[in-house]
């Protein structure tokens, strides 16, 4: 550790700290535009300037470390002066665009040029202008506003990965400037924009919407991936204008991804706002709540338990499972899922970690040593890719993939796409071998690309076994992490949301039997990925869901659900743990809540559901596992026997089928946000 002086004031700070860390540490608020906790320390800007006895002029805090002994003054005339001085340059070229510009009401130039500005200008020379860059259909530019501090060149360089900014010029010449004429690439470069501290980077589909005091802001979380960022969600007149990522260091930290952020204009695009009909002509036609139960009641009053079926969609909340549930064991009911039609992922619960992200998204940052099996995290999780790339720019550590795949942010070696090769692992003969005896903390991300394969069982036993031999399993580690692509099935895995019977169907024997008759009423609650391919004309098909996507097709009716903006609802994410997302505006039209729904339609069958509000629904679900109503609540395997290594693996390559990250669920699809990204990225 190390003492200094602060203000007169001895403070203690471990070696490496900065001047400035030591100078807040002291509670001295320290003004900055350049420097950031995240990101590489660049000096630009001058304005944390302290004065340091013995130095003959000021020093930028955020760049000088501390040393035993230093004697730091924050608050006399001299470095009033310096900041004044440097806020006075800043100011010399900024245009006096706060009324039109969107970062008008959280501006730190605003901020700061009130606190430590002079007040007045001497300059009375002409301001210098600069043409706009193109960034893509996301970030719109002023780049006369820029001051050069460079955040966003140093978060695309370290954070994102996508080396496409630079800084050219010198002194007034200099520019930020982008190597790629049809906007950037990546899956982050929304970040930018907040870390801008300026309104040179703003949202363009945000432009000119609102101002910040204008919005009511609600903390949620995101459903758009497996992970569940925190995020906070703005809203105007009963619309979602913009989201925000919220701090949470077990996440997302302070980021989020293109698609959490701008994929919202979907959320009023296709919606489904009353309930909808089949009618005699094979046309869809709007109806009354009433009309539509009726007609499922009559339904399922003509035919036996057996011929019934429910599937989950993987952005449905946790209470509407559990109604959903609750509807069909009244009823009897066991053909019941919430995998994908072709998933072969273990249910038991005492196998749950085979459907866990067991090391967590936090813990990725103590592994030396990552293999990746079927998985591009890239697209199917973009923050958990950052944190890859996070652990690999500190430590340099090995990463290597079966499967294949596009490039990443960071280096990968394919070691191929044979089973075998897995199998050589498995023995120990292959030279990947070498690799994981050097490693203390080896981590093995496994995809959902391997649970659509028949022998995925097989994978799944020997990567316990090489794990168990090489460190991987311990009471400070759990190295075998199972990625969901998607925000809820680990919520209907850990309910039973799933066949428990050996008669019970799967999800792909539930949508066989479907188009040949044998299951005469499907419900299926937001799923969209039915692919439904010849509907038999006995079979009757209930749609719950927030969009006219693809699961609403083929339906018989319709029922108009709410989306994570417009519900208090409980969601999962891929390392089990327990979130909560709140309701920032109501649902369009006649739409309700999902488990409301539910609840509503289980009287026109008189099997009403024992809960007419949210805390009824959650007691509810605390007999299920009491976790589930406690925010941040981890899901733990209490095992790790997780597959079998003597099923014989298939001579079948392992291939990554590439997810579509712009557009990977209803909401995404209805974005022409979304839609304008992929555009970008198809002409790169």
């Given amino acids: 550790m190390i003492k200094l002086l602060v203000d007169g004031q001895e403070v203690e700070v471990e070696e490496g700290s900065t001047l400035m860390q030591a100078c807040e540490k002291n509670g001295a608020e320290i003004p900055r535009f350049c420097f950031h906790d995240r990101l590489s320390i660049a000096g630009n800007c001058r304005m944390c300037l302290v004065e340091l006895e013995g130095s003959p002029k000021p020093v930028a805090s955020c760049a000088m470390p501390a040393s035993e002994g230093m004697k730091i003054i924050t608050k006399s005339s001299s470095v009033k002066k310096a900041r004044e001085g440097v806020m006075e340059f800043l100011l010399i070229n900024h245009p006096l665009d706060c009324p039109i510009c969107d970062q008008g009401g959280e501006c730190d130039l605003q901020d700061q040029a009130l606190y430590y500005g002079r007040g007045m200008s001497r300059f009375e020379e002409d301001k210098r202008a600069v043409d706009n860059k193109p960034f893509g259909p996301l970030i719109k530019t002023t780049m006369t506003r820029c001051i050069h501090c460079t955040r966003c060149v140093r978060f695309m360089d370290e954070v994102a990965g996508v080396h496409e900014l630079g800084a050219v010029g010198r002194g007034e010449d200099m520019e930020i400037f982008s190597s790629s004429p049809s906007g950037l690439g990546g899956e982050l470069n929304g970040n930018i924009i907040d870390l801008c501290p300026v309104g040179a980077l703003t949202s363009a589909p945000y432009a000119f919407k609102a101002r910040p005091w204008e919005l009511d802001k609600v903390n949620s979380i995101d459903v758009l991936d497996g992970l569940g960022s925190a995020i ?234 090489i794990a168990k031999k090489h460190n991987a399993f311990n009471d400070k580690w759990n190295g075998v992490g199972i990625l969901q692509n998607t925000a809820n099935i680990v919520a209907g895995l850990e309910i039973g949301f799933v066949p428990k019977l050996k008669t019970s169907l799967n999800t792909n024997k539930i949508l066989n039997n479907f188009e040949n008759g044998k299951i005469k009423f499907l419900w299926s609650l937001g799923r969209d990925d039915l692919d439904i391919n010849n509907k038999n004309a006995d079979s009757f098909l209930v749609y719950q869901g927030h969009h006219g996507d693809k699961g609403a097709e083929l339906a018989d009716v319709i029922l108009p659900g709410s989306a994570y903006t417009e519900k208090n609802a409980t969601y999962i994410n891929t390392e089990g743990r327990v979130q909560n997302a709140y309701a920032a505006v109501s649902p369009p039209g006649s739409a309700k809540e999902d488990w409301k729904i539910i609840r509503a339609f289980s009287s026109y069958i008189d099997k009403t559901l024992p809960y007419n509000n949210l805390e009824e629904l959650r007691n509810r679900i605390s007999e299920i596992n009491n976790g589930l109503t406690t925010e941040n609540f981890l899901i733990k395997a209490e095992n790790n026997d997780i597959g079998d290594p003597k099923t014989s693996l298939l001579k079948e390559e392992i291939t990554n089928e590439k997810l579509n990250f712009f557009m990977s669920c209803n909401i995404s699809r209805a974005s022409e946000t979304m839609a304008k990204c992929i555009i970008t990225q198809q002409g790169k």
């Fill in 232 to 465: 906070q969600i703005g809203s105007k007149d009963g619309e979602v204008l913009r989201v925000l990522p919220r701090l949470n260091e077990d996440i997302n930290e302070e980021w989020i991804s293109d698609k959490t952020r701008f994929a919202i204009d979907g959320l009023k695009n296709q919606r489904l706002d009353v309930p909808y009909i089949r009618n005699s002509s094979g046309n869809l036609q709007k109806c009354s709540w009433e009309q539509a139960f009726q007609l499922m009641a009559n339904r399922v009053s003509k035919i036996n338990s057996s011929e019934i079926a429910g599937l989950a969609g993987n952005q449905m909340c946790l209470e509407s499972m559990v109604s959903l549930l609750d509807l069909m064991k009244s009823l009897n009911v066991d053909n019941l899922d919430c995998r994908p039609r072709n998933s072969n992922m273990p249910i038991s619960h005492n196998n749950k970690a085979s459907w866990l992200f067991n090391p967590t998204i936090r813990g990725i940052e103590e592994s030396d040593l990552i293999l990746m099996i079927g998985t591009e995290p890239r697209y199917e999780a973009a923050m958990l890719d950052a944190r890859i790339r996070k652990v690999w720019l500190k430590n340099k550590i090995f990463i290597a993939r079966i499967g294949g795949g596009a490039k990443s942010t960071y280096p990968i070696n394919e070691i191929g796409n044979d089973p075998s090769i897995i199998d050589s692992i498995y023995r120990g003969d292959h030279s990947f071998n070498k690799k994981l005896i050097k490693s203390s903390k080896p981590l093995f991300i496994i995809g959902q690309n391997i649970f659509t394969r028949s022998d995925s069982i097989g994978i799944l036993g020997r990567i316990r076994e």
